[in-house]
């Protein structure tokens, strides 16, 4: 009878334990790996494996866990894949997201659930103001911030007027606004197409040829990017109006894109080149253990990921219960990033820096991305204010 009752009293004691009883830090990755643009999110996985590697593949002394989950680029399934994380897998903590809607719909379950969130990749402007949360924090940028460097980068060469094109979604539309925020010229023209089912962009190249702009800027990630390159080349606007992009040219676009992307600039907060030894190392090593494959910014997003989980999970010994303690200290921002050094404001979105980057062939004669300038330092994005956090 005591016996019994012992281990009764134990079962009850057992099931009262914090989530740090775990014997693992449980992360859930989110992400799209299945269809056009899985290729961006396998790159993020392959990082954060990486990073994961680079840390024994444990995290306050203990072996971390991974759940990954296919979103299908679709904001219903990634909602329904974040409330199986959190409700079911009861992950500690949630990473990914690639696409502003898919996380914009996600972002309630995770915030109601008191479950770290860290954006590798989206950044809608709703997160870095009424929307901030104690619980989120991204890794990448605001959407704003990439284009609106585009913008000051294009007032230093002198543009006058611009057509802008984008896709017809969240992002697309703060892109599009990040721009017109620090471009001084004129805008002729805005057209936004169909996303993500549309790739024929020949009846908005015609419209920017028409509109006599000075210049075209562009948002299109991944197959809509290589198709817009393909084609602003083929129609032969290439030779007669200068292209401005973000995000529609990296290291995964740039093998189909090839030819057509040089002399086509941009902007990234990560480039691959970047002097400091995280980022060589990082570099180095992607290539060593995905060979033929080069890492792209949503990849050094990710690994940056891993990095800053891991230095909120070492300051609470691996006691995911200290929800506070571990928000402290993601806020201090206290890893080597793959960037360089960068801040968090208090909107839990970086502060850092933003560089121009240029393609050119490198020395095996192989094309690939270049830092070419630095156009803004230490940048902070324009909906801060916004975020009641203090």
């Not at 990040?178 to 002729?188: A, E, I, L, P």
């Not at 330092?377 to 009641?388: A, G, L, S, Y």
Request: charged fraction near 20%.
């Amino acid at each position: 009878m005591k016996k019994a009752f012992w281990l009764a009293g134990a079962a009850i004691l057992a099931l009262a334990q914090p989530a740090s009883a775990g014997d693992t830090i449980k992360i859930g990755f989110v992400s799209t790996f299945s269809g056009p643009t899985a290729v961006i999110g396998n790159d993020m996985r392959n990082s954060f494996e990486l990073a994961l590697d680079h840390l024994g593949r444990k995290m306050g002394g203990k072996p971390v866990e991974v759940i990954y989950e296919d979103d299908g680029q679709k904001p219903d399934v990634g909602k329904q894949k974040t409330e199986k994380l959190i409700q079911s897998d009861k992950v500690d903590f949630i990473v990914g997201y690639i696409w502003s809607n898919v996380l914009l719909a996600s972002l309630k379950t995770a915030v109601d659930s008191k479950t770290f969130l860290i954006s590798a990749n989206a950044g809608p402007s709703q997160l870095a103001g009424e929307l901030c949360s104690p619980y989120v924090f991204s890794t990448s940028w605001q959407n704003d911030q990439t284009p609106q460097a585009v913008g000051t980068y294009m007032n230093q060469k002198g543009v006058k007027s611009v057509f802008l094109i984008g896709p017809n979604y969240a992002a697309g539309k703060d892109m599009l606004a990040g721009v017109k925020s620090t471009f001084k010229g004129q805008v002729v023209g805005e057209e936004y197409t169909v996303w993500p089912s549309q790739l024929d962009f020949s009846a908005e190249l015609t419209k920017a040829k028409n509109s006599k702009a000075e210049s075209i800027f562009v948002f299109y990630p991944g197959a809509a990017g290589v198709q817009f390159l393909n084609q602003y080349a083929q129609a032969g606007i290439k030779g007669q109006i200068p292209l401005y992009t973000a995000f529609t040219i990296d290291e995964l676009s740039l093998p189909l894109q090839k030819e057509n992307a040089i002399g086509v600039p941009g902007a990234q907060q990560w480039v691959n080149d970047l002097p400091n030894a995280e980022n060589k190392k990082f570099v180095e090593d992607y290539r060593k253990k995905y060979t033929g494959l080069r890492p792209t910014f949503y990849g050094a997003q990710s690994y940056d990921a891993v990095n800053l989980i891991n230095s909120a999970v070492v300051a609470v010994k691996g006691d995911t219960s200290k929800k506070d303690e571990m928000k402290a200290e993601m806020e201090k921002a206290n890893f080597k990033s793959v960037r360089g050094p960068f801040k968090y404001g208090k909107n839990h979105i970086p502060v850092q820096n933003f560089y121009l980057q240029d393609v050119v062939k490198d020395a095996d004669g192989q094309l690939s991305l270049k830092t070419v300038a630095t156009i803004v330092k230490d940048d902070q994005d324009r909906f801060v204010d916004k975020c009641p956090m203090k």
